[in-house]
């Protein structure tokens, strides 16, 4: 039977903010600055930045736009090259293309991080800023590329959409680079349907961000931060109209308390799933690194011994039939995480490891209100259907497909199948049983 659970489903909106919302809607009072102070949009930012343990926040309609204020507030002038990952979402070099900068592709390795080796050679040709999107919640080496970036005086914006609640040795993401962006559609970690959220430390770039997100005249004054910064710009700076509206904030900050809870049981999840498809020869998810405590709301694995997009397909059909859909990154027709369908930001060199990784990478929605029966529908489906395809290969008489033939670059090594593995969450992972066949112990 399918699982209890649409995996698309938004994380619902807690009860607590019911009157709130009704109070608003009674008064119509939608614009953020139509109260001096007080305003939901602004008591949101307040509790944010509380909760990051951050000096600012400027809660914005998108983390696009953060990310484009972000680019803007950091002074980048037209041409300027921006650095980014090469697996991330079309937004981000969507955002610099719209901040008027070039976007220059970074390599990404078969674990959907970032190539320190490539990122390093990048940074040589002339990057003035850099974006690091930690896609689908996967931290790229932060010690590594903030050592790069700090000895050569470049600034680091924290694409942190899918990573609200992950640490990184012990220290909160989004809150390592200079700026930090959140995100609150609908498939995040709090659902706001849509909305932003840009944190820093420098008193400086809020000024600026403050203005340009349409703090027209002297709104900025509703903000109670950094006065004489914001006098100073006022007039100087565009205003580009980002701003976040009472009612989405009325929405997003009740559910600031449930983030904890979100992320212990998103990870636990993930963890459960990891360890049942691990237990199989045909698929692989890659592990955390050392320094990395993910707060996951879906699960990616790579497909072992699959030599043909016609397997892949074949495979992608198969969950699907199962009740389970499945995204195959470089396989889904215009897929906007796929690379060469940017073709806005012109072409770009020496990407092959993400290429090869995008034709055999998998994305399945695991959100944290699964209970134990659903994760074992999702597991059981993505099991069966790798097996079916392989199945009917060798059916066909084609062993050189039955088992996988090595390993392509840039894959990390992984154990023998059948292993479990460590949670980095609460617990470890239970056993896996055969494939196809989880069991373990898990909440309902």
Known sequence: MPPKTDVYEAEPIPESARAEIDALLAKGDLFRYRVATGSPVAELESAFAAFMGASFAL????????????????????GDKVAIPAFTFSAVPSAVVHAGCRAVLVDVTANYRIDVA??????????????????????SDMDAIMALCEARGIPVIEDAAHSLGTLWSG????????????????????????????????????????IMSGAYEHNWKQHPI???????????????????????AAVVRPQIEEVPRRVRDG?????????LLNASPW????PPLEQELRAPDSIQFNLRGFDSDEEVKAFQRSANEKGVPVQVFGLSEDNARAFWNWQFIGPQKNL???????????????????????????????????????????????PLRARPQGRSAGRPPRDKPGRTGKSRGPGP????????????SRRA
Request: proline share 5%.
């Open 267 to 275: 990870r636990a999840n993930h963890d459960y799933v990891a360890a």
């Open 59 to 78: 809660a914005v309609n998108s983390c696009s736009s953060a990310l484009f204020l972000s680019l803007k507030a950091l002074g980048l002038e037209a």
């Open 352 to 398: 092959e490891q993400t290429r090869a990784m995008l034709m055999r990478a998998c994305d399945v929605r695991l959100p944290a209100r699964l209970g134990q029966a659903d994760l074992d529908f999702i597991a059981t489906a993505l099991l069966d259907a790798a097996g079916a395809v392989k199945k009917a290969n060798r059916n066909a008489g084609d």
């Open 171 to 210: 220290r909160r993401i989004g809150t390592i680079g200079r700026i930090g962006c959140f995100s609150f559609q609908s498939f995040k970690m709090m659902n706001g349907g849509e909305g932003g959220m840009l944190i820093t430390e420098d008193p400086n770039i809020i000024a600026r961000a403050v």
């Open 226 to 248: 950094v006065h004489d910064r914001c006098r100073f710009w006022q007039n100087k700076l565009p205003l580009y109209n980002m701003r976040m509206n009472n009612l989405s």
């Open 283 to 286: 698929l692989e998810v890659p």
């Open 118 to 139: 490539d990122f390093e050679a990048k940074l040589a040709e002339g990057i003035k800023a850099v974006i690091i999107s930690h896609m689908r919640g996967h931290t």
């Open 429 to 440: 992972f239970p056993d896996p049983g055969p494939a196809g066949n989880p069991v373990g």
